[in-house]
């Protein structure tokens, strides 16, 4: 069985690792033709998401590292949000919307990462409440 401190360091990790390239990839998108040609049907919207999402996945995988019982709570949030932002996704795009349709696909996959995250932390940095 593999330590549990050994799990929150990893998604710790991930979890900044991932905010560092979410906040690159999305500002490039941003700031240049080439990226948002490449991007096609992009979302304004699950850009901005994205990009302000990127600090905070830096900030919690920072605070779990640090094993601040905070960093649960945060996590959680992100998972939240990611699925807010996933159903006014769905909406856009029942609503006849352009999109990609690898924007579904990272939402929910941003979804599921910061679920596990959450259940790694909350199964494993104690709580002060």
């Known amino acids: 069985m593999v330590n549990s401190s050994v799990w929150v360091k990893a998604a710790a990790l991930f979890a900044v690792i991932f905010g ?76 006849g919307g352009a999109y990609e349709l690898r924007t579904l696909v990272a939402l929910i996959l941003r979804v599921v990462v910061w679920a596990g995250i959450y259940l790694i932390a909350r199964r494993n940095v104690e709580l002060a409440y």
């Open 20 to 95: 560092i390239l979410t906040v690159i990839s999305g500002g490039r998108v941003l700031v240049s033709d080439a990226a948002q040609q490449a991007a096609g049907d992009y979302v304004g919207f699950v850009l901005w998401f994205n990009i302000l999402a990127g600090f905070f996945y830096v900030i919690a995988g920072s605070s779990l590292w640090a094993g601040h019982s905070w960093s649960v709570k945060l996590a959680l949030a992100i998972a939240a949000a990611t699925l807010l932002v996933l159903f006014l996704f769905a909406i856009h795009v029942l609503t």
